[in-house]
């Protein structure tokens, strides 16, 4: 799995490179967030391939990572790699679980 790590507007930002995920990679993304807040980073970004597909089990990976940077006290977004994306986390009603942006553009 190809992830590249940058700073920007004061968020540490993963860009996830691939569309599909296997179980070690989810279990590696959650560990990098997880990493990440035991450093006291207070804003992450995950911004996935625009090939990304929302399926249970990665939604069940953002719901996660949502609740571990909000138990530190920290910021997760979530960068939309494609308009299907943002259509089922607004249709689950998860955009008021876990905080979803347009663009990198959008990171304040």
């Known amino acids: ?15 996830i490179g691939q569309g599909n995920f296997t179980e070690k990679d989810l279990d590696d993304i959650r560990d990098l967030v997880a990493g990440h807040l035991k450093r006291r980073v207070d804003k992450i970004a995950l911004c996935f391939d625009a090939k990304a597909y929302p399926y249970s089990k990665l939604i069940t990976l953002l719901i996660k990572c949502d609740s571990l940077a909000k138990e530190a006290g920290a910021d997760l977004a979530i960068i939309q790699p ?3 994306f943002a259509d089922i986390l607004t249709g689950m009603k998860l955009t008021s679980v876990v905080r979803l942006l347009d663009s990198e553009d959008a990171l304040e």
Not at 1 to 15: A, H, N, P
């Open 1 to 15: 799995m190809l992830i590249e790590t940058s700073d920007i507007r004061g968020y540490k930002l993963m860009r």
């Open 82 to 84: 494609n308009e299907d």
